[in-house]
């Protein structure tokens, strides 16, 4: 069952809607004031609220009660002309650190920025610091972690997958530290070969070696005063393990080649997605070097841990889309069920990833769960199949690619649990029959109408509406 997250407080109907259908879109479950007449926590759990115009201010009171305790620490958005607006947004309210103003006409960009700018000073940073978005439960965590850490020069070390945004998080503490606005400066300690990584890390001087044509800075150097981010730290050499513990320890370095002793201000942000203890087992790392960089370890959550955030990261991952000229991509109910029930082995680079080409081949349209690849709509084909099942149990039994489609079994035509939305559910059952059709027919539209029982024409205007003129030979 899907839980209200976003409550939204407006007597004005045009707006009410305009607000809804903007939450809609990126992902949130808004529920209307007006409409509701108590909470719970199976039914509901606020993220957020909107307050706008209000006619009866006793309403406006009760409605705005219904948040509970979740209205101590959620984004307060406030609507320019709100009667509240001063009360809420003033320096000296409670809800001064978290709240945004919309102007209307409402649009879904301006939406996605004042939600974005709350987070980051929910975080502690500035408007534009925050880089990474979530506000699931292990996210608060790690969100409130950074908050804790990046005011101090303490290292940190950043465990998770690959694909989970370390690199994010060592700039978000970077970004949100005294440090801010001195270098941030990374280097893949597992990209560069272990002969070339000293000189990548602490520069080198002129006829250091073959090919040293001049003097150069390394990362060190050019850190310094900020923040040095060594990622994949667990794939470095021993050799090299031992000569970074010496510059952690004395805060001092030598250029390969050179005999000056070079000191540095450098903070220290390490990550790996290896198993560090382990690899002190097997004599493949330095405990002494473990316990120097590990002084405030932070465990990045895998996507899978934390799919109640696909729609805020969707919405991110749009923004940045948009910045760059792609149309946004908003993806439908059963789409949304089918990226919950994938297991993200590639975590939140694989969603941007996903994102990105969605929104190429569908700019500013609704991607549906039939137009996912293959490997992210197990459950939206299991769909297809129970589509066609109830065609057949409907007296209609089309033979797709010479196999005849067999009744459903009572379980299969059960209702989910959780409810579904018909109308996505059953055009994802057309489209998988019209592709099914089209496949079995070599593309030719006019068999695959007559295979699907309808005039070529509609079946023509079928493909224009869901996007699938590209499958039409004749």
Do not use: W
């Given at each position: 069952m899907q839980q209200f997250d976003f409550l939204v407080i407006e007597s004005d109907a045009a707006r009410v809607n305009a607000v809804m259908s903007a939450l809609h879109f990126l992902g949130y479950h808004p529920q209307h004031g007006a409409q509701c007449a108590h909470t719970d926590e199976s039914s509901h759990a606020w993220r957020a609220v909107y307050v706008g115009g209000i006619d009866d201010v006793a309403e406006a009171e009760r409605q705005f009660a219904l948040l509970g305790a979740s209205a101590a620490h959620i984004p307060v958005l406030l609507a320019e002309d709100s009667p509240w607006a001063q009360r809420l947004g003033a320096a000296k309210s409670p809800f001064a650190g978290r709240t945004a103003t919309l102007a209307f006409p409402l649009s879904y960009e301006k939406l996605t920025e004042a939600l974005r700018n709350v987070y980051a000073?929910?975080?502690?940073?500035?408007?534009?610091?925050?880089?990474?978005?979530g506000d699931s439960a292990p996210m608060v965590r790690v969100n409130g972690l950074i908050r804790q850490v990046a005011p101090f020069d303490s290292n940190v070390l950043v465990l998770g997958e690959s694909g989970t945004g370390k690199e994010m998080v060592a700039r978000a503490i970077h970004e949100n530290s005294p440090r801010r606005d001195k270098p941030f400066v990374a280097i893949n300690c597992g990209a560069i070969p272990p002969e070339l990584l000293e000189s990548e890390l602490f520069g080198h001087e002129k006829g250091a070696f073959t090919g040293a044509i001049s003097a150069r800075k390394g990362r060190f150097e050019m850190a310094e005063g900020g923040t040095l981010f060594l990622d994949e730290?667990?794939?470095?050499?021993?050799?090299?393990?031992?000569?970074?513990?010496?510059?952690?320890?004395?805060?001092?370095?030598?250029?390969?080649?050179?005999?000056?002793?070079?000191?540095?201000?450098?903070?220290?942000?390490?990550?790996?997605?290896?198993?560090?203890e382990q690899a002190i087992a097997e004599d493949r790392f330095r405990e002494d070097l473990y316990y120097r960089l590990s002084v405030f370890p932070l465990e990045l959550p895998s996507l899978h841990e934390r799919l109640e955030d696909l729609p805020t990261l969707i919405a991110e991952f749009n923004l940045r889309g948009a910045r760059r000229g792609l149309g946004v991509v908003r993806f439908s109910t059963g789409?949304?069920?089918?990226?919950?029930?994938?297991p993200w082995p590639g975590n939140v680079r694989e969603l941007s990833n996903l994102v990105e080409r969605m929104a190429i081949l569908f700019p500013h349209g609704e991607v549906r769960s039939s137009d996912l690849p293959a490997k992210y709509r197990g459950a939206a084909l299991a769909g297809e199949e129970h589509g066609a099942a109830v065609l057949a149990m409907m007296g209609e039994e089309p033979a797709i690619a010479g196999i005849a489609l067999q009744p459903a079994a009572e379980s299969e035509r059960l209702l989910p649990e959780e409810g579904l939305d018909l109308k996505d559910h059953l055009a994802d059952i057309e489209v998988g029959l019209i592709r099914q059709a089209l496949?079995?027919?070599?593309?030719?539209?006019?068999?695959?109408?007559?295979?699907?029982?309808?005039?070529?024409?509609?079946l023509v205007e079928k493909l224009r509406k869901y996007g699938l003129q590209n499958s039409m030979a004749a």
């Open positions: 000073r929910l975080l502690g940073g500035r408007s534009g610091g925050l880089r990474f978005v730290i667990g794939d470095m050499s021993l050799p090299m393990q031992v000569k970074l513990l010496r510059v952690l320890q004395e805060r001092a370095y030598e250029r390969v080649g050179g005999n000056k002793t070079l000191h540095c201000d450098v903070r220290i942000i390490a990550a790996t997605h290896r198993n560090l789409a949304m069920q089918s990226l919950r029930a994938y496949d079995a027919t070599g593309g030719v539209v006019a068999h695959a109408a007559r295979l699907l029982h309808m005039q070529r024409t509609t």
